[in-house]
Protein backbone atom coordinates (compact mmCIF):
# COMPACT_ATOMS: atom_id res chain seq x y z
CA UNK A 1 0.00 0.00 0.00
CA UNK A 2 2.76 2.13 0.75
CA UNK A 3 4.64 1.81 -2.37
CA UNK A 4 0.76 2.48 -4.31
CA UNK A 5 1.21 6.23 -2.98
CA UNK A 6 -2.19 6.07 -1.77
CA UNK A 7 -2.54 7.02 1.79
CA UNK A 8 -4.37 6.20 4.71
CA UNK A 9 -7.65 8.46 4.65
CA UNK A 10 -9.40 7.55 1.16
CA UNK A 11 -12.97 6.07 1.18
CA UNK A 12 -14.04 2.85 0.50
CA UNK A 13 -18.03 1.91 0.34
CA UNK A 14 -19.24 0.84 3.97
CA UNK A 15 -20.29 -2.44 2.02
CA UNK A 16 -16.80 -3.54 1.23
CA UNK A 17 -16.14 -3.86 4.73
CA UNK A 18 -19.17 -6.33 5.44
CA UNK A 19 -17.93 -9.79 6.37
CA UNK A 20 -18.95 -11.39 3.81
CA UNK A 21 -18.40 -8.33 1.46
CA UNK A 22 -21.56 -7.67 -0.20
CA UNK A 23 -21.11 -7.07 -4.31
CA UNK A 24 -24.94 -7.31 -5.72
CA UNK A 25 -26.43 -4.17 -7.71
CA UNK A 26 -28.27 -2.81 -4.91
CA UNK A 27 -24.98 -2.36 -3.09
CA UNK A 28 -23.77 -0.96 -6.06
CA UNK A 29 -26.11 1.18 -6.64
CA UNK A 30 -26.51 2.50 -3.22
CA UNK A 31 -22.24 3.62 -3.43
CA UNK A 32 -23.02 5.62 -6.92
CA UNK A 33 -26.51 7.10 -5.58
CA UNK A 34 -24.68 8.74 -2.65
CA UNK A 35 -21.64 10.23 -4.46
CA UNK A 36 -23.25 11.61 -7.62
CA UNK A 37 -26.44 12.70 -6.09
CA UNK A 38 -24.43 14.50 -3.39
CA UNK A 39 -22.02 16.11 -6.09
CA UNK A 40 -25.08 17.44 -7.87
CA UNK A 41 -26.93 18.46 -4.94
CA UNK A 42 -24.02 20.47 -4.06
CA UNK A 43 -22.79 22.08 -8.16
CA UNK A 44 -26.39 23.38 -7.95
CA UNK A 45 -26.73 24.86 -4.54
CA UNK A 46 -23.35 26.82 -5.58
CA UNK A 47 -24.56 27.84 -8.89
CA UNK A 48 -27.92 29.15 -7.40
CA UNK A 49 -29.14 26.73 -10.76
CA UNK A 50 -32.26 24.56 -10.74
CA UNK A 51 -32.60 21.35 -11.72
CA UNK A 52 -35.47 22.21 -14.75
CA UNK A 53 -32.70 24.86 -15.75
CA UNK A 54 -30.86 21.80 -17.26
CA UNK A 55 -30.67 20.92 -20.81
CA UNK A 56 -28.00 18.25 -21.41
CA UNK A 57 -26.84 15.62 -18.88
CA UNK A 58 -24.00 13.58 -19.96
CA UNK A 59 -22.82 10.82 -16.82
CA UNK A 60 -19.83 8.24 -17.25
CA UNK A 61 -19.39 5.31 -15.31
CA UNK A 62 -17.03 3.16 -16.31
CA UNK A 63 -17.62 -0.43 -15.11
CA UNK A 64 -21.17 -0.45 -13.59
CA UNK A 65 -23.98 0.37 -16.17
CA UNK A 66 -27.38 -0.62 -14.76
CA UNK A 67 -31.07 -0.79 -15.90
CA UNK A 68 -32.33 1.95 -16.05
CA UNK A 69 -29.46 3.92 -16.67
CA UNK A 70 -28.07 6.61 -14.29
CA UNK A 71 -28.81 9.45 -16.70
CA UNK A 72 -32.47 8.07 -16.05
CA UNK A 73 -31.75 7.46 -12.26
CA UNK A 74 -30.57 10.93 -12.64
CA UNK A 75 -33.60 12.34 -14.26
CA UNK A 76 -36.09 10.90 -12.12
CA UNK A 77 -33.99 12.04 -8.99
CA UNK A 78 -33.99 15.46 -10.00
CA UNK A 79 -37.23 15.40 -12.07
CA UNK A 80 -35.27 16.87 -14.73
CA UNK A 81 -37.58 18.46 -17.90
CA UNK A 82 -38.82 16.09 -20.34
CA UNK A 83 -36.80 17.32 -23.47
CA UNK A 84 -33.14 16.94 -21.21
CA UNK A 85 -30.89 15.72 -23.82
CA UNK A 86 -29.38 12.39 -21.79
CA UNK A 87 -26.36 10.32 -22.34
CA UNK A 88 -24.44 7.52 -20.19
CA UNK A 89 -21.10 6.73 -21.42
CA UNK A 90 -19.67 2.89 -20.09
CA UNK A 91 -16.85 1.01 -19.89
CA UNK A 92 -14.33 3.96 -21.52
CA UNK A 93 -12.22 4.15 -18.43
CA UNK A 94 -10.18 6.85 -16.04
CA UNK A 95 -10.38 9.29 -18.86
CA UNK A 96 -14.44 9.30 -19.73
CA UNK A 97 -14.53 12.43 -18.14
CA UNK A 98 -12.69 14.37 -20.61
CA UNK A 99 -15.13 12.49 -23.40
CA UNK A 100 -18.10 13.47 -21.13
CA UNK A 101 -16.73 17.30 -21.25
CA UNK A 102 -16.39 16.94 -25.44
CA UNK A 103 -19.42 15.30 -25.56
CA UNK A 104 -20.79 18.25 -23.87
CA UNK A 105 -19.11 21.11 -25.73
CA UNK A 106 -20.11 19.52 -28.89
CA UNK A 107 -23.68 19.86 -27.73
CA UNK A 108 -23.43 23.21 -26.44
CA UNK A 109 -22.41 24.37 -29.70
CA UNK A 110 -25.66 23.47 -31.23
CA UNK A 111 -27.88 24.58 -28.86
CA UNK A 112 -27.75 28.06 -27.65
CA UNK A 113 -28.68 29.16 -24.34
CA UNK A 114 -28.53 26.06 -22.77
CA UNK A 115 -26.98 24.46 -19.27
CA UNK A 116 -25.19 21.03 -19.44
CA UNK A 117 -24.36 19.00 -16.56
CA UNK A 118 -21.56 16.59 -16.25
CA UNK A 119 -21.28 14.20 -14.00
CA UNK A 120 -18.20 11.50 -13.42
CA UNK A 121 -17.80 8.50 -11.03
CA UNK A 122 -17.01 5.11 -10.75
CA UNK A 123 -18.19 2.06 -8.86
CA UNK A 124 -15.62 0.19 -6.71
CA UNK A 125 -18.41 -2.12 -5.21
CA UNK A 126 -18.70 -3.39 -8.32
CA UNK A 127 -15.34 -4.20 -9.89
CA UNK A 128 -13.23 -4.96 -6.59
CA UNK A 129 -11.36 -8.37 -6.79
CA UNK A 130 -12.01 -10.93 -4.11
CA UNK A 131 -9.33 -13.30 -6.25
CA UNK A 132 -6.02 -14.43 -6.01
CA UNK A 133 -4.74 -13.18 -9.79
CA UNK A 134 -2.26 -10.37 -9.15
CA UNK A 135 -2.80 -8.31 -12.22
CA UNK A 136 -6.32 -8.34 -11.23
CA UNK A 137 -5.50 -7.27 -7.60
CA UNK A 138 -3.65 -4.17 -8.18
CA UNK A 139 -6.53 -2.21 -8.66
CA UNK A 140 -7.86 -2.99 -5.26
CA UNK A 141 -4.97 -0.69 -3.88
CA UNK A 142 -5.25 2.24 -5.76
CA UNK A 143 -9.10 2.65 -6.71
CA UNK A 144 -11.60 4.63 -4.34
CA UNK A 145 -14.64 6.01 -3.81
CA UNK A 146 -15.16 9.69 -5.36
CA UNK A 147 -17.37 11.85 -8.16
CA UNK A 148 -17.49 15.27 -9.44
CA UNK A 149 -20.26 17.24 -10.97
CA UNK A 150 -19.61 19.99 -13.17
CA UNK A 151 -21.87 22.47 -15.05
CA UNK A 152 -20.92 23.76 -18.16
CA UNK A 153 -22.85 26.71 -19.49
CA UNK A 154 -22.81 29.09 -23.07
CA UNK A 155 -25.15 31.58 -22.00
CA UNK A 156 -23.16 34.72 -23.20
CA UNK A 157 -24.30 36.51 -19.37
CA UNK A 158 -22.89 33.42 -17.32
CA UNK A 159 -19.35 34.25 -18.46
CA UNK A 160 -18.93 36.73 -15.27
CA UNK A 161 -19.70 34.39 -13.06
CA UNK A 162 -18.00 31.35 -14.49
CA UNK A 163 -14.89 30.44 -13.39
CA UNK A 164 -13.03 28.94 -16.03
CA UNK A 165 -14.01 28.58 -20.12
CA UNK A 166 -13.12 25.72 -21.66
CA UNK A 167 -10.20 26.29 -24.25
CA UNK A 168 -9.74 22.75 -25.89
CA UNK A 169 -10.32 19.19 -25.59
CA UNK A 170 -8.68 17.01 -27.47
CA UNK A 171 -8.57 13.07 -27.62
CA UNK A 172 -6.68 10.34 -28.72
CA UNK A 173 -7.51 6.86 -29.62
CA UNK A 174 -4.95 3.78 -29.65
CA UNK A 175 -7.63 1.19 -29.74
CA UNK A 176 -6.68 0.02 -33.52
CA UNK A 177 -3.88 -0.95 -31.92
CA UNK A 178 -3.98 -4.82 -30.52
CA UNK A 179 -1.31 -4.37 -27.92
CA UNK A 180 -3.33 -1.14 -26.65
CA UNK A 181 -6.39 -2.10 -26.87
CA UNK A 182 -5.66 -5.61 -24.54
CA UNK A 183 -3.57 -3.41 -22.10
CA UNK A 184 -6.98 -3.31 -19.67
CA UNK A 185 -9.71 -5.54 -19.50
CA UNK A 186 -12.47 -6.36 -17.09
CA UNK A 187 -12.41 -10.85 -16.92
CA UNK A 188 -13.16 -13.28 -14.99
CA UNK A 189 -10.23 -15.44 -13.39
CA UNK A 190 -10.39 -19.06 -13.35
CA UNK A 191 -12.45 -19.04 -10.08
CA UNK A 192 -15.18 -17.03 -11.64
CA UNK A 193 -14.08 -13.45 -9.73
CA UNK A 194 -14.39 -10.54 -11.96
CA UNK A 195 -12.02 -7.70 -12.03
CA UNK A 196 -9.90 -5.63 -14.27
CA UNK A 197 -6.51 -7.33 -15.21
CA UNK A 198 -3.67 -4.69 -16.53
CA UNK A 199 -1.12 -6.01 -18.84
CA UNK A 200 2.79 -5.64 -18.31
CA UNK A 201 3.24 -3.26 -21.41
CA UNK A 202 0.60 -0.49 -19.85
CA UNK A 203 2.93 1.68 -19.19
CA UNK A 204 4.54 1.77 -22.66
CA UNK A 205 0.96 2.14 -24.26
CA UNK A 206 0.38 4.86 -21.96
CA UNK A 207 3.24 6.61 -23.19
CA UNK A 208 2.15 6.07 -26.70
CA UNK A 209 -0.80 7.33 -26.41
CA UNK A 210 0.59 10.52 -24.41
CA UNK A 211 3.30 11.22 -27.03
CA UNK A 212 0.30 11.03 -29.81
CA UNK A 213 -1.83 13.06 -27.81
CA UNK A 214 0.68 16.21 -26.79
CA UNK A 215 1.75 15.90 -30.64
CA UNK A 216 -1.50 17.25 -31.51
CA UNK A 217 -1.94 20.04 -28.83
CA UNK A 218 1.45 20.88 -28.84
CA UNK A 219 1.26 23.38 -31.96
CA UNK A 220 -2.22 24.68 -30.05
CA UNK A 221 -0.49 26.10 -26.80
CA UNK A 222 3.04 26.29 -27.53
CA UNK A 223 4.79 29.56 -27.98
CA UNK A 224 6.42 29.32 -31.44
CA UNK A 225 9.82 29.73 -29.76
CA UNK A 226 8.96 26.63 -28.28
CA UNK A 227 7.53 24.86 -31.75
CA UNK A 228 10.93 25.88 -33.22
CA UNK A 229 12.92 23.87 -30.84
CA UNK A 230 11.22 20.74 -31.45
CA UNK A 231 11.52 21.11 -34.83
CA UNK A 232 14.94 21.78 -34.91
CA UNK A 233 15.21 18.56 -32.85
CA UNK A 234 13.04 16.36 -35.22
CA UNK A 235 15.57 17.21 -37.97
CA UNK A 236 19.12 16.77 -36.43
CA UNK A 237 17.32 13.54 -35.40
CA UNK A 238 16.54 12.50 -38.52
CA UNK A 239 20.31 13.32 -39.80
CA UNK A 240 22.02 12.10 -36.52
CA UNK A 241 20.49 9.05 -35.97
CA UNK A 242 19.87 8.61 -32.13
CA UNK A 243 23.07 11.04 -31.14
CA UNK A 244 20.67 13.79 -30.75
CA UNK A 245 18.63 13.04 -27.53
CA UNK A 246 14.67 14.08 -28.54
CA UNK A 247 13.71 17.77 -27.22
CA UNK A 248 10.93 17.30 -24.90
CA UNK A 249 9.11 20.47 -24.86
CA UNK A 250 8.41 22.67 -21.90
CA UNK A 251 4.64 23.02 -21.05
CA UNK A 252 5.35 25.26 -18.16
CA UNK A 253 5.63 28.26 -21.20
CA UNK A 254 1.41 26.99 -21.96
CA UNK A 255 0.68 25.97 -18.53
CA UNK A 256 0.21 27.33 -15.41
CA UNK A 257 -1.34 24.38 -13.77
CA UNK A 258 -0.90 20.35 -14.46
CA UNK A 259 -3.74 17.83 -13.62
CA UNK A 260 -2.57 14.52 -14.57
CA UNK A 261 -5.09 11.82 -13.88
CA UNK A 262 -4.22 10.11 -10.72
CA UNK A 263 -3.82 6.30 -11.95
CA UNK A 264 -1.42 5.73 -9.80
CA UNK A 265 2.72 6.20 -8.58
CA UNK A 266 4.21 4.65 -11.39
CA UNK A 267 1.74 6.91 -14.24
CA UNK A 268 2.66 9.88 -12.18
CA UNK A 269 6.54 9.16 -12.13
CA UNK A 270 6.38 8.56 -15.79
CA UNK A 271 4.98 11.62 -16.87
CA UNK A 272 6.62 14.03 -14.77
CA UNK A 273 9.61 12.28 -16.29
CA UNK A 274 7.96 11.90 -20.26
CA UNK A 275 6.94 15.81 -19.55
CA UNK A 276 9.77 17.16 -17.37
CA UNK A 277 7.51 18.42 -15.03
CA UNK A 278 8.34 19.93 -10.92
CA UNK A 279 7.36 18.67 -7.83
CA UNK A 280 5.20 22.16 -7.68
CA UNK A 281 3.43 21.33 -10.70
CA UNK A 282 3.05 17.21 -9.76
CA UNK A 283 1.73 18.29 -6.08
CA UNK A 284 -1.77 18.45 -7.50
CA UNK A 285 -1.77 14.64 -8.62
CA UNK A 286 0.42 12.86 -6.31
CA UNK A 287 -1.65 14.66 -3.10
CA UNK A 288 -5.02 13.64 -4.86
CA UNK A 289 -3.87 10.07 -5.04
CA UNK A 290 -2.70 10.25 -1.53
CA UNK A 291 -5.29 11.60 -0.21
CA UNK A 292 -8.66 10.04 -2.35
CA UNK A 293 -6.51 7.57 -4.16
CA UNK A 294 -7.52 6.77 -7.44
CA UNK A 295 -11.28 7.91 -8.30
CA UNK A 296 -11.06 7.40 -11.35
CA UNK A 297 -12.35 10.09 -13.94
CA UNK A 298 -13.00 12.03 -11.85
CA UNK A 299 -9.58 12.62 -10.20
CA UNK A 300 -9.00 15.57 -12.49
CA UNK A 301 -11.31 17.44 -10.47
CA UNK A 302 -10.15 16.74 -7.27
CA UNK A 303 -6.96 18.25 -8.63
CA UNK A 304 -8.24 21.02 -9.86
CA UNK A 305 -10.09 21.50 -6.67
CA UNK A 306 -6.43 21.35 -4.83
CA UNK A 307 -4.92 24.41 -6.55
CA UNK A 308 -8.35 26.14 -5.73
CA UNK A 309 -8.16 25.54 -2.25
CA UNK A 310 -4.27 26.33 -1.96
CA UNK A 311 -5.17 29.79 -3.68
CA UNK A 312 -3.04 29.01 -6.65
CA UNK A 313 -5.38 29.61 -9.36
CA UNK A 314 -5.36 33.85 -11.08
CA UNK A 315 -6.95 35.41 -13.56
CA UNK A 316 -5.76 34.41 -16.92
CA UNK A 317 -3.87 30.95 -15.56
CA UNK A 318 -4.26 28.10 -18.02
CA UNK A 319 -5.13 24.50 -16.47
CA UNK A 320 -4.30 21.06 -18.34
CA UNK A 321 -6.09 18.10 -17.64
CA UNK A 322 -4.50 15.02 -19.04
CA UNK A 323 -6.70 11.58 -18.39
CA UNK A 324 -5.88 8.10 -19.56
CA UNK A 325 -8.33 5.17 -20.53
CA UNK A 326 -8.86 1.36 -20.77
CA UNK A 327 -9.04 1.19 -25.48
CA UNK A 328 -6.72 2.68 -25.23
CA UNK A 329 -7.22 6.66 -24.70
CA UNK A 330 -5.50 9.57 -23.68
CA UNK A 331 -7.71 12.46 -23.66
CA UNK A 332 -6.39 16.60 -22.80
CA UNK A 333 -8.62 19.49 -22.04
CA UNK A 334 -7.43 23.17 -21.59
CA UNK A 335 -8.89 25.41 -19.29
CA UNK A 336 -9.00 29.70 -18.99
CA UNK A 337 -9.31 30.85 -15.12
CA UNK A 338 -11.56 33.85 -15.43
CA UNK A 339 -11.27 34.80 -12.55
CA UNK A 340 -8.91 35.02 -9.30
CA UNK A 341 -10.22 31.88 -6.90
CA UNK A 342 -10.14 33.20 -3.01
CA UNK A 343 -9.69 30.21 -0.78
CA UNK A 344 -11.28 31.24 1.89
CA UNK A 345 -14.91 31.47 0.09
CA UNK A 346 -14.31 28.11 -2.07
CA UNK A 347 -16.44 24.86 -1.34
CA UNK A 348 -14.57 21.66 -1.60
CA UNK A 349 -12.94 18.64 -0.62
CA UNK A 350 -9.79 19.98 0.37
CA UNK A 351 -11.28 22.98 2.58
CA UNK A 352 -10.90 21.57 5.68
CA UNK A 353 -7.48 19.70 5.64
CA UNK A 354 -5.63 21.70 2.87
CA UNK A 355 -3.88 23.56 5.45
CA UNK A 356 -2.13 19.75 6.32
CA UNK A 357 -0.94 19.39 2.51
CA UNK A 358 1.53 18.88 0.99
CA UNK A 359 2.56 15.66 2.74
CA UNK A 360 6.23 13.98 2.08
CA UNK A 361 5.54 10.62 0.70
CA UNK A 362 8.14 7.81 1.36
CA UNK A 363 9.92 7.25 -1.84
CA UNK A 364 10.15 3.80 -3.03
CA UNK A 365 10.83 1.80 -6.50
CA UNK A 366 8.05 2.24 -8.67
CA UNK A 367 5.33 -0.83 -8.93
CA UNK A 368 5.72 -2.91 -11.80
CA UNK A 369 2.56 -1.33 -13.13
CA UNK A 370 -0.06 0.81 -12.57
CA UNK A 371 -4.11 1.13 -12.88
CA UNK A 372 -5.13 3.66 -15.76
Not at 358 to 369: D, F, G, Q, Y
Request: proline fraction near 4%; charged fraction near 20%; aromatic fraction near 8%.
Amino acid sequence: MEKSGVGDKTYVPRDMMAVPVKKGIAAAKKETEEVIFGAIEEVLEKSGMKSKDIGILVVNSSVFNPVPSWSAMIANRFKLRHDVLSYSLGGMGCSAGVIAIDVAKQLLQVHPRTYALVVSAENVTKDSYLGNNRAMLLSNTLFRVGGAAILLSNHPSDHYRSKYELVHTLRTHEGGNDASYKCVHEEEDEQGNIGVALSKNLMAVAGEALKANISTLAPLVLPWSELLLVVTSLVARKFFAKKVKPYIPNFKLAFEHFCIHAGGKAVLDELQKSLNLGEWQMEPSRMTLYRFGNTSSSSLWYELAYSEAKGRINNGDRVWQIGFGSGFKCNSMVWKALKNIHPLVEKNPWMDEIHDFPVILPKHEPLSSSTI
